[in-house]
């Protein structure tokens, strides 16, 4: 079981095609549908909530993770990007709710502004408080919204034991409340910490195989394999370098193996006199590269690193994990991410039936404890992204629902798919 903090509740608002969703997070979450129905804008909020809790500014906060300009990362109207151009203001909104923390239950809102004619961007409201086990609020609200007449709204930050009167921050300012290390210590701002602490930590992942992870580096002390699997090489060589983490990598492999059967072993060495750190995979007795494996092994491989990391905890996320796999290994794929959600909290989105299926598979196979699982259909419509709870109803691989939340009626991809896993197209 997770022992750490999770996102129990996510609420996003006018952030790209996510106008008002609201979902219901669990241990493992399958955030499936078609593509273009907003799955990626999902991760993306949580991208930005983790940003916007550590970064100095809230420029900073916009400034990677997020697709596009950050004027792109507020909502459109019918008039496109055009329309929002015009107009003299645009806000987004995200509010969690964290339950099981160390220190208790949070909730935190954020809303921000921006100009979209200048960029500007600024805080328009911020709330933290502590809650009871039944979801109300606890004492009084670390920040909060309070109205000073003339004076106009502003923020009040409460300090643990402190005076009545709390510290008041101006709205429109350019970082958030919580982002200011000013307001830190268990004994001050044990919130704030918290906070921090836990959506700080989450890590959501877009492998890119190609060609960021295939490129040489040098050793270096890295946490996990990094956004796009950047880190991979001087990560598995930091569990290989010393006796502490040996059996992590070990279990790393064997859990490659249990995908690729055809992979016998895999090692990292560095190179003197390049500073750099080589990764080779022993397949079918033959010595290779990272430089020639498969985008499907460099997948797999990376996938079985963040499912057994020892470093970290908390929330993380994958985009897309079945691209360049084999239809075939994306049952194992599956377990392995299932796997992963017994310590720390997984999202996956996906437009596989594979992954959704085998995840029902495990549901009523008992392998999955289902008040852990939450199966999220993702699709599009005129007024912007919907999520909805998904129930599977009928005989496994008989549910017909799965493929038509999943694919549009004319596309041929699933036929494909099919032919592929009964091993019609391996030449």
């Known amino acids: 079981m997770i022992e750490e903090g999770m996102l129990h509740r996510l609420r996003v608002q006018r952030l790209k095609s996510l106008r008002d969703v609201t979902v219901e997070l669990g241990q493992l979450n399958i955030v499936f549908g078609p593509n273009a129905a907003g799955k990626s804008n999902l991760l993306e909020s949580l991208v930005l909530l983790s940003r916007l809790v550590q970064e100095r500014t809230l420029a900073d906060a916009f400034g990677s993770g997020i697709r596009g300009y950050p004027v792109e990362a507020f909502s459109f109207g019918e008039d496109g990007i055009e329309g929002l151009m015009a107009q003299q203001e645009a806000s987004l909104r ?29 805080l328009l409201d911020e709330r933290l408080r502590r809650l009871n086990k039944d979801g109300s609020a606890k004492g009084n609200a670390a920040i909060e919204q309070v109205d000073r007449g003339e004076g106009g709204p502003r923020l009040a930050i409460r300090r643990k034991g402190g005076p009545n009167h709390p510290y008041e921050e101006r709205l429109g300012i350019h970082h958030t409340l919580v982002s200011n290390l000013q307001y830190s210590g268990e004994e001050r701002y044990p919130d ?12 959501v992942v877009y492998l890119d195989p190609r060609e960021v992870m295939r490129r040489a580096q040098p050793p270096r002390e890295v946490n996990d394999i990094g956004e796009r699997g950047e880190h991979l090489v001087p990560f ?9 983490h040996k059996k992590v990598l070990a279990a790393i492999i064997r859990g490659v193996r249990a995908v690729i059967p055809s992979i016998e072993s895999l090692e990292t060495a560095l190179v003197r006199v390049r500073g750099e750190i080589d990764l080779r995979v022993r397949q079918d007795g033959i010595w290779m590269s ?3 494996i498969s985008e499907g092994t460099l997948r797999v491989i990376a996938l079985c690193a963040m499912a057994a990391n020892p470093f970290t905890s908390g929330l993380i996320a994958f985009e897309e994990p079945e691209n360049g796999v084999h239809p075939r290994r994306i049952e194992s794929i599956t377990k392995i991410l299932a796997s992963a959600a017994q310590r720390r909290q997984v999202v996956v989105t996906t437009h596989s039936p594979l992954v959704v299926g085998e995840v029902i598979r495990m549901l009523r196979s008992k392998e999955l404890d289902e008040a852990s699982v939450r199966l999220l259909h993702c699709s599009g419509g005129p007024d912007g992204t919907i999520v909805e709870t998904f129930v599977p109803h009928g005989p496994l691989f008989d549910d017909r629902a799965i493929a038509q939340s999943l694919l549009s009626t004319d596309d041929d991809s699933l036929k494909i798919q099919a032919a ?8």
């Open 94 to 122: 995200l509010e969690a709710q964290l339950s099981g923390a160390r220190k208790g239950s949070l909730e935190y809102h954020v809303e921000v502004g921006m100009r979209p004619q200048t960029g500007d961007l600024f």
């Open 192 to 203: 704030f910490d918290n906070l921090r602490e836990e959506v700080g930590a989450w890590r």
């Open 236 to 244: 598995l060589h930091r569990l290989g370098a010393g006796e502490e």
């Open 290 to 292: 990272s430089r020639v």
């Open 420 to 427: 592929l896993t009964r091993g019609w197209l391996d030449g």
